[in-house]
């Protein structure tokens, strides 16, 4: 490695996966993976400790999810270059890490020569989409998916809540008061238009937010 390395953070819960990952990076010759997170609260806490060139990010972590990292990283340190590298696949996690503060995002699909590709130019600053992926620049959405009138707090709850999370633990989670959450809680089952829980849960399998 070089002095002019990119120096990367891996943000994955799986063990294999991020020695597999950190491989390949390093077979790329011009990145060092400097840094593993099993989680977004750990990855957080790195952040805070010393500076990265890039953290590939996953979303579906236990707690914290990598949306709510991303936000909450880039929040403490603007400027922070973030590629989401997922399952998640769905136009409205795209979106969503987007506004969260990511800078680029492409799809666990793919190929090794676009992970490395990815990381290289979102290191530089520049947005990268995997081509898969839909373009941030595309036309609006919002008639499509419902999930896109709510904001990025409410998002993160009403996955959390379809994933099965009590309110208690919630509010654990985003530090936030459980009366909190429960406001959220309703205003977002009015702007979708929700009753009870089940409701909830069949929007968000039919989004793609949670798995069947």
Do not use: W
Not at 60 to 80: Q, V
Not at 131 to 150: Q, Y
Not at 170 to 198: C, D, M, Q, W, Y
């Amino acid at each position: 490695m070089t002095s002019q390395s990119i120096r990367v953070l891996l943000v994955d819960d799986h063990a294999v996966v991020r020695a597999g990952y950190g491989r390949l990076l390093k077979m790329a010759g011009d990145i060092e993976v400097v840094g593993e997170a099993d989680s977004g609260e750990r990855a957080y806490a790195l952040c805070r400790e010393q500076a990265f060139d890039v953290i590939v990010m996953d979303l579906s972590l236990p707690g914290m999810s990598g949306i709510e990292a991303t936000r909450r990283i880039c929040s403490r340190n603007p400027g922070t270059r973030i590629l989401v590298f997922s399952v998640h696949e769905e136009e409205i996690f795209v979106r969503r890490a987007l506004a969260a503060g990511a800078t680029g995002y492409i799809g666990k699909r793919a190929v090794a020569d676009v992970l490395i590709d990815a990381v290289r130019q979102v290191a530089r600053g520049k947005r990268y989409i995997g081509a898969a992926l839909v373009d941030e620049e595309a036309a609006p959405f919002e008639a499509e998916n419902p999930l896109a009138r709510l904001s990025s707090r409410e998002f993160e709850i009403f996955r959390l809540l379809a994933s099965g999370a009590s309110v208690n633990a919630i509010a654990e989670e985003l530090f936030l008061s459980p009366k909190t959450v429960a406001n959220h809680a309703s205003r977002l089952r009015a702007k979708l238009g929700l009753g009870g829980t089940a409701d909830l849960t069949r929007l968000a399998i039919r989004t793609g937010v949670v798995g069947l």
